[in-house]
Each structure stands twice: as structure tokens, then as C-alpha cells.
């Protein structure tokens, strides 16, 4: 991978290129089973609501440039979950298999650890085989298949949930 790439906590001049890459996600893909594009005003109330509530915002600038994002949030509301995290990595379209999204979720993970968190969890469409395998080859188990809980592009979606065991004492 080329030195530049290099990982950051997110800042709000990220957030118009984060944009552009949730847009794309939600528009072109499964990835995001939402079917309007999101505004800037959306992601920097995102960005807000995920620093007061303790979650990492990470972004991937290569040249300068942001090219990726990851984040994680608590898996659901409940307070017997608050160990248990499901994360999002996106990578843009340019830069998808340049080793970002790696870079990403390790941050993701290691952040995780020393938030002293016990699982995390991907919610991953089943199409998508790509991410599934990257998860796979991160150490996630699929614990789960659900059929057709989405829907997008005319269609029903299945939903597959991966889990991470993070390690103790990381």
C-alpha cells in the first residue's frame, strides 16, 4: 500500500467527501439500505451525534484527500448490549481494493479493544460476497441470515450478521 494513505480521526472539512461516499453507497449500491441521498447538514449532525455519544469517526486521506470512513455504535439501545458494537467501513469507489478498508477496520478494531468492547457485529447484504470474505478473512463468523428484511431497487434483501470476538486485553 502506498505510504500515503494514513488514518485520522474524522474532522468536520472530511465530511463533504464522506458525503460523496455515502451518496454513492446509498445510490449504486446495497451497501446502505436507504434511497435518498443524505445532505451535509445530515452527516454533520451524524458526526456530532456520534462524538457525544463516545463513538469513533475514523477517515482515510490519501493525498490529502478523505477516500474512506469507518465508524461504530452500540448494537442496540439496550443496556445489557453496551459491549457489543456494529461497525460500517466505506471506501470510495476509486480506492476499493487498496488495502483502505483494512486500514479502517483496524483502527475500527483496535479502537474497540481499548474501549474495552466484547464483540462487533456486521450487518453485511447477502449479494454483497466481497465484504462478507473481508470479514471473513478479519475473523468474523457469520452467526446469521436473515431473509428479506431490506428492500431496495425493487426488490427484497437478505441481511447477514458477522460477528468479531475482540481480544481480551488488547
Given at each position: 500500500m502506498?505510504?500515503?494513505?494514513?488514518i485520522r480521526e474524522t474532522t468536520k472539512e472530511d465530511l463533504p467527501a464522506i458525503l460523496e461516499i455515502m451518496n454513492e453507497a446509498i445510490c449504486n449500491?446495497?451497501?446502505i439500505y436507504d434511497e435518498e441521498p443524505r445532505s451535509l447538514d445530515y452527516v454533520h449532525h451524524w458526526l456530532e451525534m456520534q462524538k457525544e455519544e463516545g463513538m469513533p469517526v475514523f477517515s482515510c486521506l490519501h493525498n490529502n484527500y478523505t477516500v474512506g470512513y469507518?465508524?461504530?455504535g452500540r448494537f442496540r439501545p439496550k443496556y445489557g448490549y453496551r459491549f457489543t458494537v456494529e461497525h460500517s467501513v466505506y471506501v470510495d469507489e476509486f480506492h476499493r481494493g487498496e488495502g483502505v478498508g483494512q486500514l479502517l477496520l483496524t483502527a475500527l478494531?483496535?479502537?474497540a479493544c481499548a474501549?474495552?468492547?466484547?464483540?462487533?457485529i456486521a450487518g453485511i447484504d447477502a449479494d454483497n460476497s466481497g465484504s462478507i470474505r473481508f470479514h471473513e478473512k478479519n475473523g468474523?463468523?457469520?452467526v446469521g441470515h436473515l431473509k428479506e428484511v431490506?428492500?431496495?431497487f425493487g426488490r427484497f434483501l437478505d441481511l447477514v450478521f458477522l460477528q468479531l470476538d475482540l481480544p481480551v486485553g488488547k
Open positions: 502506498d505510504a500515503t494513505y494514513y449500491t446495497t451497501a469507518a465508524t461504530y478494531i483496535e479502537r474501549d474495552g468492547l466484547h464483540r462487533m468474523f463468523v457469520n431490506g428492500y431496495k
